[in-house]
């Protein structure tokens, strides 16, 4: 917008384009709610006032208005569709900005994942901003399809839509002063670098932070946040379909540190983002669980756009982008409307039909087995101990024990009355035939296996299950779709969800993979799972940055010693 004509506009010299009128308007900047309109011209705020001239006036009958939703870290791909589906799901729930770190694409793809995500991108009813992934792979332990230097990362310094650089989950590289890593941080130097470092605390922290990196969304307790918060850090409050921080932090928030919040929610499902929300459900609840409704907001807009020096949104004010919400109340937050640029792109949880089409874009088969290696079998040789991992409800983490295997023809064997489970994990990139196998505890299946190619962060085949057969049969059945999630029993598969883009996002329309997923999820509740998200939870098994035992496709990991540990314990 012309400056001239914006300036003319405010001082009511020309009429605006559009006045909502009779509003009351939340003020993140001062605190306070103002009964009073919002003039708009083109894509921006001109001006607050009911009576401002404007060529169209709504009515908004004292709803209240708000500046657009903000997620200040989002994985899409863990949403399974990819941009323009992502944005149907999450604008209507008054998201109008996303910040999202392609890992999971890149570290199946490389470079060729983050041009994909930043090209599907692309004429979206939300504005969509990259912090270009920090770790593919994310560590040595593990075999992906993708590797990115800081060579290939400084070529997106430019970007107008790159913010800076992605999570660092190695923080043992950034301790230990790995050359690479520390390359990728002076690359980066005078941008943005979020965090990533669960549980580090004392000089380690003081190391991390010294480093120049600003945020973490990994805290889970209030003594692990505060002491972040005091060296400097932007605490991230994490609501995902698994790792569900928020209602634990939430106590956390006082006046005098409330500017260092932010609002994410990292990696959601779509039954979650259309059954409760995105922000707007992390909003909601921390209104319900006693915040100031305005502090709320605050940290959902205006501190997420200061944090990311996107100083064009993330409050109302002439100048401004006019990215807004209009809802009805504080207590339910029903969000009614939904402006990006002052465009009208939402109304009563529908998004409204855009002019322009999402672009149809394809990538390369991403599943390349080396089957003649592939045996999930486990050779006991005389060894009776195992280490088994245990899930956390509603976490990421899990917990270490050794346990008496159950050991049938010479084979240490899934043993579902004692609800452990064999888990394997198959390399797909590089046709190594790599398997890592293992047990765990806490998936509850009594029947069966279930399986994906979403695998954080390497995304090879994962399975798990009561039976090695219905083990192979799921991994056959992952790698004959291109990728997907799928449930077994006897080797008959029961529930798929198709996932040909990288075997991490699907082609079809974001309710279409809802049902699917439904489908899936229910037949998993029948083998025996009880868990809120089982293929979300199976996924972060393989994550070895997250303690404290995982699996990958070289084999048992304990995140502590950050090294292989044998599966056998004795």
């Known amino acids: 917008m012309e400056i001239s004509t914006l300036i003319k506009t405010a001082r009511g010299e020309e009429p605006a384009e559009l006045l909502l009128k009779n509003a009351r308007v939340v003020n993140v900047f001062s605190g306070e709610i103002e009964e009073t309109g919002v003039a708009i011209t083109h894509s921006r705020i001109t001006g607050l006032g009911d009576d401002y001239p404007a060529q169209r006036v709504v009515d908004l009958q004292g709803h209240y208005i708000a500046p657009g939703f903000i997620d200040a870290h989002v994985h899409i791909e863990s949403a399974m569709v990819p941009p323009f589906e ?30 994909f ?3 599907a991108s692309k004429y979206t009813p939300f504005s969509v901003y990259v912090m270009v992934p920090s770790c593919v792979p994310a560590t040595h332990l ?3 399809g993708g590797i990115l230097r800081w060579s290939d990362l400084i070529r997106f310094k ?10 660092m989950m190695n923080y043992p590289g950034v301790l230990f002063r790995d050359p690479e890593t520390l390359d990728k941080l002076r690359a980066f130097f005078n941008r943005r670098i979020d965090g990533h470092a669960p ?72 039954s979650d983002l259309i059954d409760q929300g995105h922000i707007d459900y992390i909003v909601r609840s921390a209104i319900q669980s006693g915040l100031d409704p305005i502090t709320a907001i605050q940290i959902a807009t205006l501190n997420a756009a200061e944090y990311f020096h996107l100083h064009d949104r993330g409050a109302i004010a002439p100048g401004l982008r006019a990215d807004l919400i209009v809802f009805d109340n504080f207590e339910n937050l029903t969000i009614q409307q939904v402006y990006r640029g002052g465009r009208l792109v939402a109304r009563n949880g529908r998004l409204l039909p855009q002019g322009e089409a999402p ?3 394809e990538v390369r088969n991403s599943m390349n087995v080396n ?80 399986g994906s190619s979403v695998a954080h962060d390497s995304h090879n085949i994962i399975v798990a299950g009561t039976n090695d057969d219905d083990l192979m049969t799921a991994a056959h059945a992952i790698a004959a779709m291109q990728g997907g999630l799928v449930a077994v029993e006897n080797g008959k598969v029961l529930a798929r969800v198709p996932l040909p883009i990288a075997g991490l996002m699907s082609d079809q329309p974001l309710e279409r993979v809802r049902q699917q997923l439904d489908n899936l999820v229910d037949v998993a509740y029948d083998l025996g799972t009880d868990l809120h998200a089982p ?6 098994l393989a994550l070895p940055v997250i303690p404290e035992l995982k699996l990958t496709d070289r084999g048992l990991v304990d995140v502590n010693k950050f090294d292989f540990v044998p599966v056998f314990a004795d």
């Open 86 to 115: 992502f944005a149907r799901a999450v604008v209507p729930h008054g998201t109008t900005s996303v910040i999202i770190d392609p890992h999971e694409i890149a570290n199946v793809l490389g470079v060729e994942g983050i041009e």
């Open 117 to 119: 995500m930043l090209e």
């Open 142 to 144: 593990e075999t992906n």
């Open 158 to 167: 430019n970007d107008p839509w790159v913010l800076g650089l992605g999570e």
């Open 199 to 270: 549980g580090v605390s004392g000089r380690d922290l003081a190391a991390y932070v010294a480093a120049g990196i600003g945020s973490d969304h990994e805290c889970t307790t209030l003594d692990e946040a505060r002491e972040k918060i005091r060296l400097g850090m932007y605490v991230m409050i994490r609501e995902a379909s698994n790792a569900q921080n928020s209602k634990a932090l939430f106590p956390l928030i006082t006046p005098k540190n409330a500017r260092r919040m932010l609002f994410v929610t990292d990696d959601r499902f779509p």
């Open 359 to 361: 672009r149809h874009l």
């Open 371 to 450: 089957w003649s290696k592939v045996d999930v079998r486990l050779p006991a040789g005389g060894h009776r101990k195992i280490r088994v991992m245990g899930m956390v409800a509603d976490q990421i983490t899990t917990t270490q024990s050794v346990e008496d295997a159950r050991i049938e023809d010479g084979f240490a064997v899934a043993d579902p009355e004692r609800d452990i489970l064999k888990i394997a994990v198959i390399e797909r990139h590089q046709n190594t035939g790599n398997v890592g196998l293992g047990f765990v505890r806490g998936l509850k299946l009594k029947r069966g296996a279930i």
């Open 535 to 540: 293929f979300m939870a199976m996924a972060f």
